[in-house]
C-alpha cells in the first residue's frame, strides 16, 4: 500500500493565508486578523509621519515681523490746502477759503514752513454755511486722524471780518517761502534764543488793503507770540512786523 497517498500535504504559505480567508457578504475575500494588523501598522506609521510633518513645517515658520509704524508727513500751507479744496469741493461747488492755518505738534515743529497737521476754511454761499476741513500727517495720540477730514458746519455772515474769502489765484506763496522772508526780519534771532519755539501760520485776506497775508508766528499762539511777521502771500515780500 502506498503511504504517501495517505499523507496530507502540507499547506504552503500562500495556500494558509487563503485557508485562513473568509468571504465577506459581497463574496470578497478577508482576512481576519491579518489585515487588521497590518492596517493598523500602517496607520500608526502614517499618524507618526504626519506629526513629524507637522512639527518640522512649524519649525520651520518664520516670526511674522511687526509692521513699523507710518512716519509721520510734513507739509507746506499750499500742498496740504491742495488736499483739503478737493473735499470742500465736494461740500459746495461755489467754496472759497477764507483762512488756511497750521497747528504745532509733537511731529513738527513749523520749522521750514511745513507742519503736521494743517486747517482750511471755506464759505458757500449757496449753503449759506462756513465749514473747515484739516489734514492731518501726524502720530501724536491726539491729533487728527491721518488724511483729510471734515469740522463742524457753521453759519456763514458774508460782513464778518473774520470770514473775508479770498480767490485761490493770490496764493502764489507758499508758507516755506513766508518762513524764509521772516527769518531775515527777526526770526532767526529768536530760533537762536528759544530752538525748541514752534512756527505756526495763518493765511487770511485782508480787507483794509486787499491783500492776501502769511501771518508767520513764532509761539505757542498768536496771543502768546514772541514775533509775528506779516508776508504778502502773492509776492513773497515782507509787509512788517505785527508783534
Same mark, same amino acid.
Given at each position: 500500500?502506498?503511504?504517501?497517498?495517505?499523507?496530507?500535504?502540507?499547506?504552503?504559505?500562500?495556500?494558509?493565508?487563503?485557508? !485562513?480567508?473568509?468571504?465577506? =457578504?459581497? !463574496? =470578497?475575500?478577508?482576512?481576519?486578523?491579518?489585515?487588521?494588523?497590518?492596517?493598523?501598522?500602517?496607520?500608526?506609521?502614517?499618524?507618526?509621519?504626519?506629526?513629524?510633518?507637522?512639527?518640522?513645517?512649524?519649525?520651520?515658520?518664520?516670526?511674522?515681523?511687526?509692521?513699523?509704524?507710518?512716519?509721520?508727513?510734513?507739509?507746506?500751507?499750499?500742498?496740504?490746502?491742495?488736499?483739503?479744496?478737493?473735499?470742500?469741493?465736494?461740500?459746495?461747488?461755489?467754496?472759497?477759503?477764507?483762512?488756511?492755518?497750521?497747528?504745532?505738534?509733537?511731529?513738527?515743529?513749523? =520749522?521750514?514752513?511745513?507742519?503736521?497737521?494743517? =486747517?482750511?476754511?471755506?464759505?458757500?454761499?449757496?449753503?449759506?454755511?462756513?465749514?473747515?476741513?484739516?489734514?492731518?500727517?501726524?502720530?501724536?495720540?491726539?491729533?487728527?486722524?491721518? !488724511?483729510?477730514?471734515?469740522?463742524?458746519?457753521?453759519?456763514?455772515?458774508?460782513?464778518?471780518?473774520?470770514?473775508?474769502?479770498? &480767490?485761490?489765484?493770490?496764493?502764489?506763496?507758499?508758507?516755506?517761502?513766508?518762513?524764509?522772508?521772516?527769518?531775515?526780519?527777526?526770526?532767526?534771532?529768536?530760533?537762536?534764543?528759544?530752538?525748541?519755539?514752534?512756527?505756526?501760520?495763518?493765511?487770511?485776506?485782508?480787507?483794509?488793503?486787499?491783500?492776501?497775508?502769511?501771518?508767520?508766528?513764532?509761539?505757542?499762539?498768536? &496771543?502768546?507770540?514772541?514775533?509775528?511777521?506779516?508776508?504778502?502771500?502773492?509776492? !513773497?515780500?515782507?509787509?512788517?512786523?505785527?508783534?
Amino acid at each position: 500500500m502506498n503511504m504517501r497517498g495517505l499523507v496530507r500535504p502540507e499547506p504552503s504559505a500562500a495556500n494558509a493565508v487563503i485557508a !485562513g480567508a473568509v468571504e465577506d =457578504r459581497a !463574496g =470578497r475575500m478577508a482576512f481576519p486578523g491579518r489585515v487588521p494588523a497590518r492596517i493598523m501598522v500602517t496607520t500608526a506609521l502614517l499618524a507618526i509621519l504626519a506629526l513629524l510633518t507637522a512639527c518640522n513645517s512649524d519649525t520651520a515658520k518664520p516670526p511674522e515681523a511687526k509692521p513699523e509704524p507710518k512716519p509721520a508727513e510734513l507739509l507746506t500751507g499750499r500742498a496740504a490746502f491742495q488736499k483739503v479744496f478737493i473735499a470742500a469741493r465736494n461740500y459746495a461747488v461755489d467754496v472759497k477759503p477764507f483762512r488756511i492755518e497750521s497747528t504745532p505738534s509733537t511731529d513738527g515743529d513749523g =520749522r521750514d514752513g511745513k507742519s503736521a497737521i494743517w =486747517r482750511a476754511s471755506f464759505a458757500s454761499a449757496m449753503q449759506h454755511g462756513v465749514k473747515p476741513f484739516i489734514w492731518s500727517g501726524s502720530n501724536s495720540p491726539d491729533a487728527p486722524s491721518r !488724511g483729510v477730514s471734515p469740522g463742524n458746519e457753521d453759519t456763514y455772515n458774508p460782513s464778518n471780518a473774520s470770514t473775508q474769502i479770498f &480767490d485761490v489765484a493770490f496764493l502764489k506763496i507758499d508758507s516755506d517761502q513766508a518762513f524764509a522772508e521772516t527769518q531775515k526780519h527777526g526770526g532767526d534771532k529768536v530760533l537762536e534764543k528759544d530752538p525748541s519755539i514752534p512756527v505756526i501760520y495763518i493765511c487770511d485776506w485782508n480787507h483794509n488793503t486787499n491783500e492776501l497775508v502769511w501771518h508767520v508766528i513764532y509761539g505757542e499762539s498768536r &496771543d502768546a507770540a514772541k514775533l509775528t511777521v506779516a508776508v504778502n502771500a502773492s509776492t !513773497g515780500t515782507f509787509m512788517r512786523v505785527e508783534k
